[in-house]
C-alpha cells in the first residue's frame, strides 16, 4: 500500500505551495554571480532587515540555549501600547501563515466552507481544504474583491471569509466605504479572517480595532517579514477579541515563535529612520515601475502594496528570459500572461525595466509579440 492510501484523502489533492526562487538557487543553474542577480519575486524589502534588529539578535545570540517566551509577552505589550488595544487581543505566529492556517484549525472541518476571492492568496485555499472544508471562489472583477459576491456565497456552512487589504497577488483594496458596509451585512455566524501582511504600505485603509471592540467576528493578521525586512526569521501577529484569541490559542503549538525573531520584531517596531527610508523607497519604486511600464506599453495594475502585477506577453518564457539575466521575478500562471514583480531600489528596477524591454524587443523580432492574453480567467 502507498503512503498516499493511507493518508487523509484531501492531502493528496493539495497543490504544493510555489515561493519565489532564491538567489543562490538561480546563481547556480545559470553561472551567475550572487551580486549580479536582483530578487525582484518574494515582495521582501530591498533594503534588508532593520539594523536596529541586526543588532539586538547579535546582542542575544548567546542565550539561543533558553527555549524563547511562549507568550511572546514584551513583544505582546509594545503592540498593545502601539495599536492601542489590550494585550490579551494578541497571539504570534510563525510569519502570519502559521496564524492563517490556524485560524482554519479551529473553525474548518469536514462540511464546513470558507468564502475567498479567485484572486487571491493560495494559501487560504489550501489550509481550507487541508483541513477537510470547501473553498468557495467567488469573482474579482477589476481584480478586486467583490464584497457584494462574497456575501452571496456565505451559507449556513461558511465559517470563515478571507479578505486580504491589500491583495496578493493584485496589489488592489477595497475601500474603506466597501468594507464598512461588508461588514454591516455579515452573519453573526462568520469569522473575517482580514488578512494585513501590507498594511504599513497601505496608509489610510481601514481600522478593524474599532468593529472588533464592537463585537465582530474579525481575526487581523500582520507580518515582519514584508516592512520590517524580517522575512527569513518568519514572525507575525494576529490580534481579535480575547475570546477569540483564547480560542487560537489553546490549538496553537507550544514556542512557535524563536526567540530571536520575537527580539528582532521588538526592535524593529521602533526603527523609525529604517521604516521611514523603506516607505519612500517604496513609493519611488512604485512611480518608478509605473513610468518603465507605461513606457513599454504594458498594461498593470496599481497596487497599495510593494509589488506590482503587470502583463505581460508569454509571461512564463518571460519569467524564464529574465531570469537567465539574473533578475527573478514571480509568474502568476493561473491568471494568465501576468508577473508580480517585488518593488525595489531604483538600480534593480531599472534593470528590470531594461530586461522586460529586451524581452518585448526578442518578440518584436520573431514576430510573437500580439500573443498577451489580458482577460482573466474565470475559474480557480
Known amino acids: 500500500m502507498k503512503f498516499s492510501d493511507k493518508a487523509q484523502p484531501q492531502i493528496s489533492k493539495l497543490p504544493v505551495y510555489q515561493p519565489g526562487k532564491p538567489i543562490h538557487y538561480v546563481a547556480r543553474e545559470h553561472a551567475l554571480p550572487i551580486d549580479a542577480i536582483f530578487k525582484l519575486a518574494s515582495n521582501e524589502n530591498p533594503l534588508g532587515p532593520s539594523p536596529r534588529a541586526v543588532e539586538a539578535m547579535q ?26 488595544i489590550p494585550a490579551n487581543h494578541f497571539i504570534f505566529g510563525n510569519g502570519s501563515n502559521d496564524l492563517i492556517e490556524l485560524l482554519a484549525h479551529v473553525f474548518i472541518g469536514k462540511n464546513t466552507e470558507a468564502v475567498m476571492g479567485l484572486y487571491s492568496f493560495p494559501v487560504y485555499k489550501i489550509v481550507t481544504e487541508l483541513m477537510g472544508g470547501t ?14 459576491a462574497m456575501l452571496s456565497a456565505i451559507t449556513e456552512r461558511t465559517r470563515i471569509v478571507f479578505l486580504p487589504s491589500t491583495n496578493n497577488p493584485t496589489g488592489t483594496s477595497n475601500s474603506v466605504e466597501e468594507i464598512e458596509d461588508f461588514l454591516k451585512k455579515l452573519p453573526d455566524h462568520v469569522v473575517v479572517l482580514f488578512d494585513e501582511a501590507y498594511a504599513e504600505y497601505t496608509l489610510g485603509g481601514i481600522d478593524m480595532i474599532p468593529h472588533i471592540h464592537k463585537g465582530k467576528a474579525i ?10 525586512g524580517l522575512a527569513g526569521l518568519r514572525i507575525g501577529y494576529g490580534y481579535a477579541s480575547a475570546e477569540l484569541i483564547d480560542l487560537l490559542n489553546r490549538a496553537r ?4 515563535v524563536n526567540s530571536l525573531a520575537q527580539i528582532a520584531a521588538l526592535a524593529a517596531l521602533d ?19 509605473y513610468s518603465g511600464f507605461e513606457s513599454l506599453h504594458l498594461k498593470f495594475t496599481p497596487s497599495d502594496g510593494n509589488f506590482v502585477l503587470v502583463n505581460v506577453p508569454r509571461a512564463q518564457e518571460a519569467f524564464e528570459f529574465l531570469q537567465k539575466r539574473g533578475i527573478i521575478v514571480r509568474p502568476v500562471p493561473s491568471m494568465g500572461d501576468y508577473l508580480r514583480i517585488s518593488v525595489s531600489i531604483e538600480v534593480q528596477n531599472h534593470a528590470l525595466l531594461k530586461a522586460l524591454e529586451a524581452w518585448l524587443d526578442y518578440l518584436d523580432k520573431t514576430n510573437t509579440k500580439n500573443t498577451t492574453s489580458t482577460a482573466p480567467i474565470t475559474t480557480p
Not at 481575526?219 to 520590517?228: D, E, I, P, Q, V
Open 253 to 256: 503549538q507550544p514556542f512557535n
Open 59 to 84: 546582542n542575544a545570540l548567546a542565550d539561543s540555549h533558553y527555549y524563547p517566551d511562549g507568550a511572546c509577552t514584551e513583544l505582546r505589550n509594545a503592540l498593545a501600547t502601539k495599536l492601542g
Open 271 to 289: 526603527d523609525v529612520k529604517f521604516l521611514k527610508q523603506t516607505r519612500e523607497i517604496n513609493t519611488m519604486g512604485l512611480t518608478q515601475l
Open 219 to 228: 481575526f487581523c493578521t500582520r507580518t515582519f517579514s514584508k516592512f520590517y
Open 135 to 148: 473553498a468557495v471562489i467567488t469573482p474579482m472583477p477589476d481584480m478586486k474583491h467583490d464584497l457584494n
